[in-house]
């Protein structure tokens, strides 16, 4: 298997990339590279991503498609995986993902998202929106969460990265952008966890009501749907 560039954008991420970090430094697959691309954080996300020997890329423009897209030019290898600084990994994910991967002979793929809390509703939530996931994969338009993205160079540039403007759902249109140059699918076995610290802060069925709402419009307008106001950097 190729080596791959894992591209985490972060903003005051002090309290959970240390997490994410010492997840990739525990995995069977080791040919990696990290390039961590900072919104000017405030915190001690830089101490944090230098310990684990991260590189480290700072920028002024607090905007995870631009952070995103940074990374990606600054990627050393052909195929590239986009992270969320709040998730973690289990020791054999990539080992798991990338055999599937070249099995597969897949380029835009992503993997099942898991709440890291034992909390019933975050479980329920969470197999719910899996099971949306599952139903849009067997539709023209799958979905790929941005939390898990994996992508190469090639396409990457052939749909011009992902689209600074969009406030919400660009993980989305960039799949959907993909689709004229590649097949995009979901890994079957490969899963990744992730906090719920929005739940957390915004209130469980107000967050859970906001990301359903934001499906449908997804699914009726695509990427002509109507804004909603989602900060991304916000927590």
């Not at 900072?38 to 631009?66: C, L, M, Q, W």
């Not at 915004?202 to 106001?229: Q, S």
Request: aromatic share 14%.
């Amino acid at each position: 298997m190729k080596m791959i560039s894992i591209v985490i954008p972060t903003l005051n991420e002090e309290k959970y990339i240390g997490r994410l970090l010492q997840s990739l430094n525990n995995q069977t697959f080791k040919d990696f590279e990290v390039i961590v691309v900072d919104g000017s954080s405030e915190d001690g996300t830089k101490e944090i991503a230098r310990k684990y020997k991260a590189k480290f890329i700072p920028t002024n423009i607090r905007n995870v498609s631009h952070q995103r897209n940074l990374g990606a030019e600054l990627a050393a290898y052909s195929r590239i995986l986009f992270l969320d600084a709040d998730g973690y990994l289990e020791p054999d994910f990539l080992e798991k993902s990338l055999k599937e991967i070249y099995k597969r002979k897949l380029q835009v793929t992503g993997c099942y998202l898991y709440p890291d809390s034992k909390n019933p509703f975050y479980r329920m939530a969470y197999l719910i929106f899996r099971q949306w996931v599952r139903f849009q994969n067997r539709t023209p338009t799958p979905a790929v969460n941005g939390s898990c993205f994996f992508t190469t160079k090639k396409i990457h540039k052939k749909v011009k990265g992902f689209n600074p403007q969009i406030s919400y759902a660009e993980d989305y249109d960039y799949a959907r952008k993909a689709l004229k140059h590649c097949d995009v699918a979901l890994l079957k076995k490969s899963k990744i966890y992730t906090s719920v610290r929005r739940f957390e802060k915004e209130g469980k069925f107000k967050t859970g009501l906001k990301y359903i709402y934001i499906a449908l419009l997804m699914d009726v307008f695509g990427k002509k749907a109507p804004r909603v106001k989602y900060d991304s950097g916000k927590f």
